[in-house]
């Protein structure tokens, strides 16, 4: 008698840019949900060094900080054995299907690209072309994998969406090539600010070390860093439009200890600034020190993380190929054989 077929898994894709230690708004808005993922879908996860060269980089950092960057990873939870974990320049499929998706975006849409703007205001001495096809890149990693589902902080939904236009215009020319993705974003953490200036959302590239911490922070880093949070000049610790920084710290607290924000606030209700930062710096600590532990156990493992990366990109390159070769023979690429 012929078994019932277990339903396919949905996929999921998502990666991120190994330009320095990941912080944790990194962490919060994207890697805590890659993690909790991999029970219900088929994961491919990517450290995307592609996409960092759109910033100068300085090659020996580039190469340590994609290593740490993979392990890093791991040490959070990703597992190589149940998810595809890769680098992105070890399969070519991204490069490749990002130059025809190129052709297939209008400079328009590119220009719209508040994160182009933004980035090239900030690195005005080296606007490049790269710099402003970074989202083809970005649909380019997702659309080769048919991703159904991509994880992400609020900060990518504008390229997600570009991802989601070009797809359908592809399919509206060539039939049903590419899956649709949608976005996953989490309910608290999707966009962490910047500790010393709550407006601005926290980033590895800030000049001022307080302004983020770093997932691999010591513990009393992460407590002094939370205790010189910039914050207001009330004494109640509210959720509430105004209250820019404890807005902030609230949702860093309820995403580490899966508290609700109303619990975290009747928890603090009466207490001190003082107190409540202390705490929030105490719960991330907590919850990051074994993801310490087990990154220093991995980088001590470099031939672990080499055979774990390489058996990734062969099963990346296996799951890219095929949508590859279905766009080149959609578009009229003549085969080679
Ligand atoms: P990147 O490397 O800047 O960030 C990686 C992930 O972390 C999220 N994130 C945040 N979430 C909440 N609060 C913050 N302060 C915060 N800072 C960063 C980002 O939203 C992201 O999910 N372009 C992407 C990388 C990329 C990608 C992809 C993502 C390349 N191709 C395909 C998904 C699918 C980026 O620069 O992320």
């Known amino acids: 008698m012929e078994q019932a077929q277990a339903p396919k898994k949905k996929i999921i894709f998502s990666g991120v840019q190994p330009t320095g230690i990941m912080t944790l708004g990194n962490y919060l808005g994207a890697i805590k949900n890659w993690v909790e993922l991999q029970d219900d879908y088929h994961c491919v996860y990517c450290i995307v060094n592609q996409h960092a060269i759109t910033i100068r980089q300085e090659p020996s950092a580039l190469k340590k900080n994609t290593l740490e960057a993979y392990a890093l990873m791991l040490a959070c939870g990703i597992d190589p054995e149940r998810s595809v974990t890769f680098i992105q320049s070890h399969v070519a499929a991204h490069s490749q299907l990002s130059w025809v998706l190129s052709c297939y975006t209008q400079f328009g849409e590119l220009s719209r690209m508040t994160q182009f703007k933004d980035k090239s205001a900030k690195h005005a001495d080296n606007i490049n072309a790269g710099l402003f096809t970074y989202p083809v890149l970005m649909a380019a990693d997702i659309l080769?994998?048919?991703?159904?589902?991509?994880?992400?902080?609020?900060?990518?939904?504008?390229?997600?969406?570009?991802?989601?236009?070009?797809?359908?215009?592809?399919?509206?020319?060539?039939?049903?090539?590419?899956?649709?993705?949608?976005?996953?974003?989490?309910?608290?953490?999707?966009?962490?600010?910047?500790?010393?200036?709550?407006?601005?959302?926290?980033s590895k590239s800030d000049e001022n070390p307080n302004a983020f911490i770093s997932i691999l922070d010591a513990k009393d880093t992460i407590i002094k860093k939370c205790r010189r949070a910039?914050?207001?000049?009330?004494?109640?610790?509210?959720?509430?439009?105004?209250?820019?920084?404890?807005?902030?710290?609230?949702?860093?607290?309820?995403?580490?200890?899966?508290?609700?924000?109303?619990?975290a606030e009747a928890e603090f209700s009466g207490k001190g600034y003082g107190d409540f930062k202390t705490a929030v710096g105490e719960a991330v600590a907590d919850h990051l020190a074994p993801v310490r532990e087990e990154f220093n156990r991995l980088m001590k493992a470099p031939d672990h993380l080499k055979d774990c990366y390489r058996q990734g990109a062969e099963a990346a390159e296996r799951m890219a190929r095929r949508t590859l070769e279905k766009v080149y023979k959609k578009i009229g690429f003549l085969p080679p054989m």
């Open 144 to 202: 080769l994998y048919q991703a159904d589902l991509v994880p992400v902080g609020i900060d990518q939904k504008q390229h997600l969406e570009l991802s989601r236009d070009i797809a359908l215009r592809f399919n509206g020319l060539y039939g049903n090539v590419f899956t649709v993705p949608d976005g996953y974003f989490p309910k608290t953490g999707a966009k962490i600010m910047s500790l010393q200036d709550p407006t601005k959302k926290m």
């Open 230 to 263: 910039i914050t207001d000049s009330e004494a109640e610790v509210a959720y509430r439009e105004g209250k820019d920084g404890i807005n902030n710290l609230l949702s860093i607290y309820s995403a580490v200890t899966g508290k609700t924000i109303p619990e």
